[in-house]
């Protein structure tokens, strides 16, 4: 199986989560543990919204962290050039073109006028020199002939990546899967990245499907954070991909620590039940399952926690669990190695 890279966007749509606020400072220290991880692109922001927002996007480059950094855009020269001006590598151009976008993202444009904002915004980011991912919002309530449109123009204007973004989380994997290989096979040239949105709870398992059909990028948040329910998982994506042989794991203890500074940066609580990064992914407290794991580590467990600079746990069984017998007190699992 081939590796699959990950652009992280926490910098970017993870902002755009509720009660999230992350400034440069923090911004460039989350920037710091995405590059410890092993992250294959940084997506931070939206330069042409603030200066301030320019700064934020300008501070990360600067830190010269090592993966390109990638600044978002709508398909204007205005703000294909603010991410130029932010001194960033790469720029995602995103423009939907389906009914819905004509209805109420971009009201009144008729299609013709879309492609032709598509091809001049990607030819304005070449002439600038920045890599450019093309993506179309919404691409999974896009008609197969208008998404192929839309790409179309964007690979003839000069387009590095496209990008299937299922902006309402409605696709399922089995879909996810038959539009993915649709667009890989009409445009088998680029690379292709998908954009999942969490709203049913499918993004990690749709992130999983994409890459089986042929995308080659995966885009991703630590904690999932993004607009409404977020969008695939950073570090869960990590862990299933190493699992599946399509990436190697940074060294232990880099994602927790990651998930920690992201949950403290962003002031939100650090989600105990959480596969991976969580507090209780490998904690065991049926006295049954305690025992096995001190047998044999793997009884109830995917992953080694090792792997990830974890171990397993112990939590005391609650006396008053109709479960459970008064257990005695339990020994905690044995010493690997
Ligand atoms: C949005 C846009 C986006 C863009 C994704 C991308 C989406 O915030 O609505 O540019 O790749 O989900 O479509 O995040
Ligand atoms: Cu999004």
């Known amino acids: 199986m081939g590796s ?19 400034d440069a400072a923090a911004s460039l220290e989350v920037a710091r543990g995405l590059a410890a991880s092993g992250v294959d692109m940084i997506e931070v922001g939206h330069p042409s919204a603030s200066p301030a927002e320019r700064e934020r996007v300008r501070a990360v480059v600067d830190a010269g962290l090592g993966p390109p ?24 151009v995103f423009l939907g073109v389906n009914e819905t976008t004509r209805r109420a993202r971009v009201p009144a444009a008729a299609i013709e006028e879309l492609l032709a904002r598509i091809d001049a915004a990607v030819r304005r980011a070449k002439e600038l020199g920045l890599g450019v991912r093309y993506t179309v919002e919404d691409a999974s309530r896009t008609t197969d002939a208008e ?49 999942l949105h969490n709203d049913r709870g499918l993004a990690l398992a749709n992130a999983l499907a994409a890459v089986d059909a042929g995308a080659s990028w995966v885009s991703a948040s630590v904690l999932g954070l993004g607009e409404r329910c977020g969008i695939t998982d950073t570090c869960a994506l990590m862990a299933n991909l190493a699992h599946r042989g399509q990436r190697v794991l940074p060294p232990p ?33 049926a006295r049954l399952h305690v025992l096995a794991v001190a047998r044999d580590p793997n009884a109830y467990a995917w992953m080694p926690p090792e792997a990830l600079g974890r171990v397993h746990a112990t939590a005391p069984i609650r006396e ?18």
């Open 69 to 92: 950094v990638l600044a978002h855009a709508r398909a204007t020269a205005r703000d294909v050039e603010a991410v130029a001006d932010a001194g960033a590598d790469w720029v995602g």
């Open 253 to 285: 203890g880099t994602l927790p620590a990651l998930a920690a500074t992201v949950a403290r940066l962003a002031g939100i609580p650090h989600p105990r039940r959480a596969p991976v990064i969580g507090l209780h992914a490998f904690t065991h407290t």
């Open 4 to 22: 699959v890279a990950i652009i992280d966007a926490t910098l970017r749509e993870g902002r755009q989560a509720p009660e999230v606020t992350l």
């Open 320 to 337: 008053d669990s109709a479960e459970h017998d008064a257990p005695p007190p339990l020994a905690p699992p044995a010493p690997r190695g």
């Open 147 to 195: 998404l192929v449109a839309a790409y179309r123009r964007a690979v003839d204007a000069g387009a590095d990546r496209l990008c299937f973004a299922d902006s309402v989380g409605a696709l399922e994997p089995s879909v996810v899967a038959s539009r993915v290989a649709a667009v890989r096979a009409a445009f088998p040239a680029l690379p292709l990245e998908v954009h």
